[in-house]
């Protein structure tokens, strides 16, 4: 008998050992490997999407407005771009190229599917020049900055009111490209229908646009100012045009109260709790404070004096409404946007920094076009 054997079951209980520690360290030999692949993976679907050229999308109606969150789902849905959106909280539309200054804006995460978006308090152009900061985006510049898709003509003299068209002004100033697109929205005729139309028809030359850009042969100094005409699914084509003159009328409108759209049920509150205060002021003295509303048609006027004797000043306040009222153009050159735009053409306009650049900057759009399209 050997005296420094081990007890069987000692022995049994060591081979169990052994045999699950190489049990083990193969199976974390297949996890790691499991994991590598799936870390691979990983970084190749990042890497491909990093890979796809990136485009910023604003606006001149909002981030709710349905012109924009047709045009990007349109783009994230066909997948060749990565989607960035940067526009305002509410209607900018026609605040021209204004910046905040000397306060600041607010800025909120916004949910659109596929997107990274955010809603900016301030203008088109402060959300422009926000998104290019990388204060938002950071290390992703846009190969092509959209505007739109807004409702309304921005062709003529209207362009210099746009909000939308500031935008793409913006963009072009930081050196980057840019498209401003508006459909010729007719108040109680256009519907939702046809900005997807309008979508169907402008996705080809933003396509266009990016892989020339990318390519370094698209125009790189001016902005183009696409307009579809009313009916996008029957457009007449592109065409490439020169701006006109034309611009919509002002027409300033008295209203009886000024309502912010935004501060509506506040101010309703604010005036209720202010009444019950002046009442119980009346009941509490006959010499306290008169407050008297008198109102002719939309202007309202309001004094404020002492019980029992004439005011000596008056406080008169009047409010009023701007509107833009399109009024028609008769005839003109074939080539003006106004003009092409209402014969069915959806229109391009190449709007250049410099007006000493305009003639060649057209003639350059306008080869750029015709080849761009048939490719």
């Known amino acids: 008998m050997n005296r420094n054997a081990l007890p069987p079951s000692l022995v049994a209980n060591l081979q169990q050992v052994l045999v699950s520690r190489k049990t083990d360290k193969e199976g974390a030999e297949e996890e790691g490997k499991v994991a590598v692949e799936g870390e691979a993976e990983i970084e190749g679907d990042e890497a491909e999407k990093g890979s796809r050229p990136a485009i910023l999308v604003t606006n001149g109606d909002g981030i709710e407005s349905p012109g924009l969150i047709r045009l990007v789902e349109g783009l994230v849905r066909e997948g060749r771009h990565r989607v960035y959106v940067c526009a305002p909280q509410f209607d900018k539309s026609a605040s021209g190229h204004s910046l905040t200054v000397q306060e600041s804006v607010e800025v909120s995460s916004f949910e659109i599917e596929g997107t990274t978006a955010f809603a900016v308090s301030g203008t088109s152009a402060d959300c422009v020049t926000l998104a290019l900061s990388e204060a938002l985006f950071s290390r992703t510049k846009p190969v092509l900055v959209v505007s739109g898709i807004n409702r309304g003509p921005n062709c003529g003299q209207n362009l210099w009111y746009s909000g939308a068209v500031a935008g793409a002004r913006e963009a072009?100033?930081?050196?980057?490209?840019?498209?401003?697109?508006?459909?010729?929205?007719?108040?109680?005729?256009?519907?939702?229908?046809?900005?997807?139309?309008?979508?169907?028809?402008?996705?080809?030359?933003?396509?266009?646009?990016?892989?020339?850009?990318?390519?370094?042969?698209?125009?790189?100094?001016?902005?183009?100012?696409?307009?579809?005409?009313?009916?996008?699914?029957?457009?007449?084509?592109?065409?490439v045009t020169r701006q006109s003159l034309w611009r919509s009328s002002l027409s300033w409108?008295?209203?009886?109260?000024?309502?912010?759209?935004?501060?509506?049920?506040?101010?309703?509150?604010?005036?209720s709790i202010g009444l019950q205060l002046a009442q119980l002021s009346r009941d509490a003295s006959a010499a306290g404070a008169a407050r008297r509303l008198h109102t002719n048609k939309n202007v309202e006027v309001e004094s404020v004096g002492t019980a029992g004797k004439p005011s000596s000043k008056q406080i008169v306040r009047k409010h009023y409404r701007l509107e833009f009222v399109e009024k028609d153009h008769e005839?003109?050159?074939?080539?003006?946007?106004?003009?092409?735009?209402?014969?069915?053409?959806?229109?391009?306009?190449?709007?250049?920094?410099?007006?000493?650049?305009?003639?060649?900057?057209?003639?350059?759009?306008?080869?750029?076009?015709?080849?761009?399209l048939s490719s």
């Open 172 to 239: 072009l100033l930081h050196g980057v490209p840019s498209l401003c697109i508006s459909l010729h929205w007719k108040r109680d005729v256009s519907s939702e229908n046809d900005l997807k139309e309008a979508v169907d028809a402008c996705l080809p030359l933003i396509h266009a646009a990016a892989k020339d850009i990318e390519k370094a042969v698209f125009p790189q100094s001016c902005l183009l100012n696409v307009e579809l005409p009313a009916s996008p699914s029957t457009n007449k084509g592109f065409r």
């Open 253 to 271: 409108n008295a209203v009886s109260s000024y309502k912010h759209p935004a501060a509506g049920s506040f101010m309703a509150n604010q005036q």
């Open 331 to 372: 005839g003109g050159d074939e080539d003006l946007d106004v003009v092409a735009l209402r014969n069915g053409y959806v229109t391009i306009t190449p709007i250049a920094l410099s007006s000493d650049m305009q003639s060649e900057v057209q003639s350059f759009v306008s080869n750029w076009l015709s080849t761009a």
